[in-house]
């Protein structure tokens, strides 16, 4: 059974602070990532994709991969209000067969 | 351009009743999946169409099933509904161009089982 962990929070940071989104997973194969975001009441949303270790910026979202250690990370620079959400992070098995995590709900405060 | 769209939005079935959930994906988009989210068990796929054919699926009993159209327009269909099937039922349409990545989801079909 392929696992995908992470810490469900809720993480708080100040408002303008990094915040720092972590996710582990079990299988040493897996190839790509996702990580996405969720506003209570929404639809998930796809924020970053990455598949090479390494960094991916994009705006103010950074995913991190380190495939050796078996994690992977985003970072939220100059964190804002509206960037209070539930983020999931999920493993790609092939054809969008998905692994979720449980997701870390991320407050950040005015 | 028009988003992902799932009809309905919302459901009540009795338990033992089927089901038929649709979804239609953004223009373009060839590949059709569907997840169920619950509070207990988070986010989980189910199945994933590409030019009507099933690509993949996951660990779900066999009551749960789906089928795409030529027009990539995607049905899934729940049997012998159990009180467990009362979900959040998402579909999302994807792009996949090289490294490039697109997904969007719908905004779902709450399905209640009583």
């Known amino acids: 059974q392929k696992e995908v962990e992470q810490n469900s929070g809720p993480l708080s940071v100040p408002e303008g602070a990094i915040a720092s989104l972590n996710c582990t997973y079990s299988?040493?194969?897996?190839?790509?990532f996702f990580w996405y975001r969720q506003y209570s009441g929404k639809s998930p949303e796809l924020i970053m994709f990455?598949?090479?270790?390494g960094d991916k910026e994009d705006g103010r979202f950074t995913a991190q991969l380190n495939k050796a250690s078996q994690y992977v990370s985003l970072l939220i620079r100059d964190s804002q209000p509206s960037d209070s959400a539930t983020y999931l992070c999920?493993?790609?098995?092939?054809?969008?067969?998905?692994?979720f995590g449980i997701g870390t709900k991320l407050q950040v405060i005015p | 351009k028009a988003g992902v769209t799932q009809t309905p939005r919302y459901l009540i079935k009795t338990r033992g009743q089927q089901v038929t959930l649709s979804c239609s994906p953004i223009s373009g988009h060839r590949s059709v999946s569907w997840y169920q989210q619950t509070p207990g068990q988070g986010l989980q796929f189910l199945f994933e169409y590409f030019s009507e054919t099933q690509r993949n699926k996951g660990n779900f009993p066999g009551r749960f099933s789906g089928r795409q159209f030529s027009n990539s327009r995607s049905e899934m269909n729940v049997s012998t509904l159990e009180l467990g099937d009362s979900a959040l039922y998402l579909c999302?349409?994807?792009?996949?161009?090289?490294?490039?990545?697109?997904?969007?989801f719908g905004p779902g079909t709450r399905l209640t089982v009583t």
């Open positions: 990455i598949y090479s270790n």
């Open positions: 999302a349409s994807s792009l996949v161009q090289g490294m490039n990545y697109e997904q969007y």
């Open positions: 999920a493993v790609n098995e092939g054809y969008q067969k998905v692994t």
């Open positions: 299988d040493r194969g897996s190839q790509s």
